[in-house]
């Protein structure tokens, strides 16, 4: 009987204090989730005396209407805190968030970039953009909006002055110069692995070193440019000598081999170049419709590629592909336009006389009349008067024959018949 009642009160307890733990776990489910608006600042702090591990937070920005007056928009969210002790996750969704998580806390998960730590990620403006943080101590939580970032805005006209000075910069020695030396200062690293590599027995085993070891190299040059500053100043007595060494060498190593003097060669950077160029320009804003825009108009300026110039490309390759039928010259304007070349020509022999790149006296003592020739450059008509009557007197007699001679053939046919 006293169990049967002891029963009777549990149930009558869990059925009312139910209803709170189902209101608590909602509320727990919701605080999981949170969304920002710019300038509010949201805080959290772990309970040190709990006995449970610290849980997953999810920030997410939900975006903004996409405008012209946006089109350099940046958006980035700030973690105010005074320790190392958290990592974070990015995604889209709370959902790819969490997959993220769980997906590093599987035991065969091996992930170096997983848990990157950075006090300031930069998010979609336009799109939702998620930031998941696992923390066992206090931090804030900031989202700073940028309506007109200058930096993206330095990126464009940067990305544009560099597409239209990439053809005097490929054939500059300067320029070939420093970048030959930027490359060989970024490439040491791979001499150092192919040097290494000289001194593995085993080819499978040196596959997996170069693997692991450009990986870890990569994250290493992330965690670097995160780090500069700090790097300069700690550090500026390495950093001296391996400028001053390596750049040396790669200065050396430019010097002996000189500039590409091949037309092919420097198409081959200008393009380079060109090719970078755009990509500065197209990723100079989160609006990829405009930003694809900005590709566009930069190539048609450079390349003339006006709507009336695209229209006059057409119509020739219309008129080449489809010719349209000529039109023969009548006897008058074959004589009108003979009449205006041979004076063309003729002042075009005068000028060419006068100059000094003709050798005049080596001219007059092959001529047979250098009087004349004389005379004809400073002014005078290149057929004399008596040449011009020889001429039409001999025009005219084979004018006359030729009618005699039709008359002739029209009357033999007339008789014929």
């Not at 059925?15 to 776990?25: R, S, T």
């Not at 209407?65 to 958006?75: H, K, R, S």
């Not at 804003?285 to 006059?312: D, N």
Request: aromatic share 14%; with cysteine.
């Amino acid at each position: 009987m006293m169990l049967r009642i002891g029963c009777w009160i549990t149930a009558l307890v869990a059925c009312c204090l139910l209803p709170f733990i189902c209101c608590a776990a909602e509320t727990e489910g919701q605080k999981d989730v949170i969304f920002l608006q710019p300038g509010r600042m949201v805080s959290y702090a772990y309970d040190e005396w709990s006995i449970s591990r610290p849980g997953l937070v999810v920030y997410c920005y939900p975006g903004q209407e996409q405008t012209l007056l946006n089109a350099f928009c940046t958006v980035s969210i700030r973690m105010h805190c005074d320790h190392d002790n958290y990592n974070q996750y990015l995604g889209s969704a709370p959902a790819e968030v969490k997959k993220h998580y769980k997906a590093e806390q599987s035991l065969f998960s091996f992930n170096v970039f997983a848990s990157r730590k950075r006090r300031q990620v930069e998010l979609e403006p336009f799109n939702q953009s998620c930031l998941g943080v696992v923390s066992s101590g206090k931090y804030e939580i900031e989202v700073l909006l940028n309506r007109f970032d200058l930096w993206r805005v330095g990126l464009l006209v940067l990305g544009v002055l560099l597409f239209f000075i990439a053809l005097p910069m490929s054939q500059n020695p300067l320029f070939y110069y420093t970048g030959g030396i930027l490359i060989g200062l970024t490439s040491f690293a791979l001499a150092l692995v192919y040097m290494f590599s000289k001194l593995m027995p085993y080819r499978p085993l040196m596959l997996g070193v170069m693997v692991g070891g450009w990986t870890l190299g990569f994250y290493g040059m992330q965690m670097m440019y995160e780090n500069l500053r700090l790097i300069f100043v700690l550090y500026q007595h390495y950093v001296f000598w391996y400028l001053a060494i390596v750049g040396s060498i790669s200065f050396f190593v430019c010097y002996r081999l000189g500039p590409p003097k091949d037309h092919r060669s420097k198409r081959v950077i200008q393009w380079t170049l060109q090719l970078i160029a755009l990509t500065m320009v197209f990723f100079s804003s989160y609006q990829r419709t405009l930003a694809t825009g900005f590709v566009l108009v930069v190539i048609a300026v450079y390349y003339h590629a006006t709507p009336l110039a695209l229209l006059r490309w057409i119509r020739n390759r219309f008129r080449s592909r489809y010719p349209s039928r000529r039109r023969l010259l009548t006897v008058e304007e074959f004589e009108e336009q003979g009449r205006i070349e041979t004076d063309r020509a003729l002042k075009d022999l005068r000028e060419y006389c006068r100059s000094p790149e003709c050798k005049q006296w080596t001219t007059m003592m092959r001529l047979r009349n250098p009087v004349r020739f004389a005379s004809f450059v400073e002014g005078s008509p290149h057929v004399m008067d008596e040449e011009c009557i020889e001429y039409d007197t001999v025009h005219s007699s084979l004018s006359n024959d030729d009618d005699e001679s039709e008359d002739l053939q029209g009357s033999s046919e007339g008789e014929e018949n």
